[in-house]
């Protein structure tokens, strides 16, 4: 029989950006908060202490921070008919786990969105006419604007501390900056991270070719900074360990360095650690939740009573507990009915990789998590798709990670894979190996969604979910035209070889290769119950006093990492809840 604990005003399921985020804005009205975070406590000076944390066998190969895969993962299949199988090991994506979530592990790329991108296919139809879109290709506006996230873009910033520089201050176009961004109502907290060799040369071939680059925005600190909360950040030091690592310089925002050390703080606030939450628990009509029921450290079963349920796990995660607990009606792609699963959807990533002469010292081992050049003429809908023949495009740039020895160390292709060959070929090309990288939007199908998997189940008992996706034409056409623009853009720039690394027709979806952790969709937001999960403040359809958060509320995916507008729209629900639900709870939109 399950340990019944007292009611809480506000139980939040998971505890990375999106918890930390609504757990700062909600105890701030008032609210008596709970975190349930299934995974343990870590922190800066725990978890990321110098010089322990620089290990990359450790942290990068063998995924100190990722959940474990043996306990709960996800089945994964290309087809509609085909068996799923478990993902047993990180490739594809890398699942966060502990406090902080992917958010304390991630590299800090911070970009808002296009704002044609919140509102798709009324741009293409209106743009092209409604035959543009491909039968069985599911776009779907968001439901909000860019003008209405635009102040919780620019606070979520201002809370990271963001190294950029803007292109677009009220309407007005900036040196410098981006031009092609949506309107800002001002500069970013810090200016720009400095250039290293290589950013400078992909500037400069990409201008050369008619482009528009600009400094990459990066949640990496370029100097010192104190944030909204009063919580400061150092400036970042270069040393190329960033993703897949907690900053010990306190640069790289995360929950950690941005949020916790005033939300812990609080009378008001409690966390949970290791507390794995297996269902959102319903009264008699289902239409209102009660609270949740979790499996605590010891194996004990506790049920949690809550006025407000907040979903803030991550994407993958957050679906499977709408499926678990019978929230919404599960996606059937036969017939098209229900919701919960549907638009699953990825990114299409590629690079144009140049070789440089000898004798070129990139110096790759200085590197941040997200400082570089980028450029969006090729994104969005910034260029005519019309003669095209494809929907979407990719955020493209130059970005160096830094040149760790285990993963850090390209080759070209062709070259040995081991031993005395590998060394030479190593040796030969670590100090002039650049990449420009192209991260490619991918849209929402008929045929890729989540669902509960028939078999597998995890270490409590409970279906894995399932997956189901594979590539599609429209996105093999875009990222073989991304090539070749950048291609050009590769020939610029003084070389002694330039590789294209795209995928071709027909190629299946390999999980094992790494691409990106920017899995969205399964509980997307919309205007009507029956295209979405979520209204436009992410609140449950089905169920008024759940909100589900971040990017499972993406019907689709675009060329952008997505947690500066996750972020934003944590910021956006949070005032809605507070300054509307609160005072008359119920559904915040009619259906």
Same mark, same amino acid.
């Given at each position: 029989?399950?340990?019944?604990?007292? /009611?809480?005003?506000?139980?939040?399921?998971?505890?990375?950006?999106?918890?930390?985020?609504?757990?700062?804005?909600?105890?701030?009205?008032?609210?008596?908060?709970?975190?349930?975070?299934?995974?343990?406590?870590?922190?800066?000076?725990?978890?990321?202490?110098?010089?322990?944390?620089?290990?990359?066998?450790?942290?990068?190969?063998?995924?100190?921070?990722?959940?474990?895969?043996?306990?709960?993962?996800?089945?994964?299949?290309?087809?509609?008919?085909?068996?799923?199988?478990?993902?047993?090991?990180?490739?594809?994506? %890398?699942?966060?786990?502990?406090? &902080?979530?992917?958010?304390?592990?991630?590299?800090?790329?911070?970009?808002?969105?296009?704002?044609?991108?919140?509102?798709?296919?009324?741009?293409?139809?209106?743009?092209?006419?409604?035959?543009?879109?491909?039968? !069985?290709?599911?776009?779907?506006?968001?439901?909000?604007?860019?003008?209405?996230?635009?102040?919780?873009?620019?606070?979520?910033?201002?809370?990271?501390?963001?190294?950029?520089?803007?292109?677009?201050?009220?309407?007005?176009?900036?040196?410098?900056?981006?031009?092609?961004?949506?309107?800002?109502?001002?500069?970013?907290? %810090?200016?720009?991270?400095?250039?290293?060799?290589?950013?400078?040369?992909?500037?400069?071939?990409?201008?050369?070719?008619?482009?528009?680059?600009?400094?990459?925005?990066?949640?990496?600190?370029?100097?010192?900074?104190?944030?909204?909360?009063?919580?400061?950040?150092?400036?970042?030091?270069?040393?190329?360990?960033?993703?897949?690592?907690?900053?010990?310089?306190?640069?790289?925002?995360?929950?950690?360095?941005?949020?916790?050390?005033?939300?812990?703080?609080?009378?008001?606030?409690?966390?949970?650690?290791?507390?794995?939450?297996?269902?959102?628990? %319903?009264?008699?009509?289902?239409?209102?939740?009660?609270?949740?029921?979790?499996?605590?450290?010891?194996?004990?079963?506790?049920?949690?009573?809550?006025?407000?349920?907040?979903?803030?796990?991550?994407?993958?995660?957050?679906?499977?507990?709408?499926?678990?607990?019978?929230?919404?009606?599960?996606?059937?792609?036969?017939?098209?009915? &229900?919701?919960? &699963?549907?638009?699953?959807?990825?990114?299409?990533? &590629?690079?144009?990789?140049?070789?440089?002469?000898?004798?070129?010292?990139?110096?790759?081992?200085?590197?941040?998590?997200?400082?570089?050049?980028?450029?969006?003429?090729?994104?969005?809908?910034?260029?005519?798709?019309?003669?095209?023949?494809?929907?979407?495009?990719?955020?493209?740039?130059?970005?160096?990670?830094?040149?760790?020895?285990?993963?850090?160390?390209?080759?070209?292709?062709?070259?040995?894979?081991?031993?005395?060959?590998?060394?030479?070929?190593?040796?030969?090309?670590?100090?002039?190996?650049?990449?420009?990288?192209?991260?490619?939007?991918?849209?929402?199908?008929?045929?890729?969604?989540?669902? *509960?998997?028939?078999?597998? /189940?995890?270490?409590?008992?409970?279906? %894995?979910?399932?997956?189901?996706?594979?590539?599609?034409?429209?996105?093999?056409?875009?990222?073989?035209?991304?090539?070749?623009?950048?291609?050009?853009?590769?020939?610029?720039?003084?070389?002694?070889?330039?590789?294209?690394?795209?995928?071709?027709?027909?190629?299946?979806?390999?999980?094992? *290769?790494?691409?990106?952790?920017?899995?969205?969709?399964?509980?997307?937001?919309?205007?009507?119950?029956?295209?979405?999960?979520?209204?436009?403040?992410?609140?449950?359809?089905?169920?008024?006093?759940?909100?589900?958060?971040?990017?499972?509320?993406?019907?689709?995916?675009?060329?952008?990492?997505?947690? !500066? *507008?996750?972020?934003?729209?944590?910021?956006?629900?949070?005032?809605?809840?507070?300054?509307?639900?609160?005072?008359?709870?119920?559904?915040?939109?009619?259906?």
């Amino acid at each position: 029989m399950a340990i019944k604990k007292d /009611k809480v005003d506000v139980v939040l399921v998971g505890f990375g950006w999106t918890g930390a985020i609504l757990g700062q804005e909600l105890t701030d009205a008032g609210m008596h908060v709970l975190a349930l975070e299934r995974g343990h406590m870590q922190d800066t000076p725990t978890d990321a202490e110098y010089p322990k944390v620089l290990d990359e066998l450790a942290y990068s190969v063998r995924g100190k921070l990722y959940q474990d895969l043996s306990k709960e993962t996800v089945t994964i299949r290309h087809g509609v008919n085909d068996t799923a199988v478990p993902y047993r090991q990180h490739g594809s994506f %890398l699942l966060g786990n502990g406090v &902080g979530g992917a958010g304390f592990h991630w590299n800090g790329m911070h970009y808002r969105v296009l704002p044609e991108e919140l509102e798709l296919r009324t741009r293409y139809e209106t743009r092209y006419g409604k035959k543009f879109i491909p039968e !069985g290709m599911n776009l779907q506006d968001f439901g909000v604007t860019y003008d209405e996230l635009e102040p919780h873009f620019t606070h979520f910033e201002d809370v990271c501390g963001t190294s950029g520089k803007a292109g677009n201050i009220q309407g007005k176009i900036v040196e410098g900056g981006n031009p092609l961004e949506g309107r800002r109502s001002k500069e970013y907290p %810090l200016a720009p991270l400095a250039n290293t060799l290589g950013a400078q040369l992909f500037e400069k071939a990409a201008r050369e070719a008619g482009f528009n680059p600009y400094p990459a925005p990066a949640s990496n600190a370029s100097g010192p900074y104190t944030n909204p909360y009063g919580v400061r950040l150092g400036p970042c030091n270069f040393c190329g360990f960033c993703e897949n690592y907690g900053c010990y310089m306190y640069s790289k925002a995360s929950p950690q360095t941005t949020i916790l050390p005033v939300l812990l703080k609080k009378p008001n606030f409690e966390l949970r650690t290791r507390s794995h939450v297996i269902k959102v628990n %319903l009264d008699s009509t289902g239409k209102k939740a009660v609270g949740v029921t979790y499996i605590d450290e010891k194996g004990q079963e506790i049920e949690q009573p809550a006025d407000l349920v907040l979903l803030t796990a991550y994407q993958m995660h957050n679906v499977r507990l709408l499926l678990l607990s019978g929230i919404g009606k599960p996606y059937d792609p036969k017939t098209g009915e &229900g919701t919960v &699963g549907k638009n699953y959807a990825y990114q299409m990533n &590629g690079a144009v990789n140049v070789l440089l002469p000898k004798g070129t010292q990139l110096n790759p081992f200085v590197g941040t998590g997200a400082g570089g050049v980028g450029m969006d003429d090729l994104n969005g809908d910034q260029f005519d798709h019309g003669p095209l023949g494809f929907i979407g495009g990719a955020s493209i740039r130059h970005v160096r990670y830094g040149g760790r020895p285990i993963k850090q160390t390209p080759t070209t292709p062709g070259a040995a894979s081991w031993g005395s060959g590998w060394k030479a070929n190593v040796q030969d090309t670590y100090q002039r190996y650049m990449t420009i990288g192209i991260s490619g939007s991918v849209q929402s199908y008929n045929d890729a969604y989540l669902s *509960l998997d028939p078999t597998y /189940k995890d270490a409590y008992g409970q279906p %894995l979910l399932r997956m189901t996706f594979d590539w599609h034409d429209n996105e093999f056409a875009m990222l073989d035209y991304m090539g070749k623009r950048m291609e050009e853009v590769g020939k610029n720039i003084k070389h002694e070889k330039v590789f294209v690394a795209t995928r071709k027709k027909g190629a299946h979806y390999d999980t094992r *290769l790494y691409q990106s952790t920017h899995n969205t969709g399964g509980a997307i937001m919309g205007s009507n119950p029956r295209e979405s999960v979520v209204n436009k403040y992410l609140q449950s359809w089905d169920v008024p006093n759940v909100f589900v958060m971040g990017a499972c509320a993406f019907p689709q995916n675009m060329g952008y990492n997505p947690t !500066g *507008l996750v972020g934003a729209l944590a910021y956006w629900a949070a005032k809605a809840i507070r300054e509307q639900y609160l005072k008359n709870p119920g559904p915040l939109v009619q259906a």
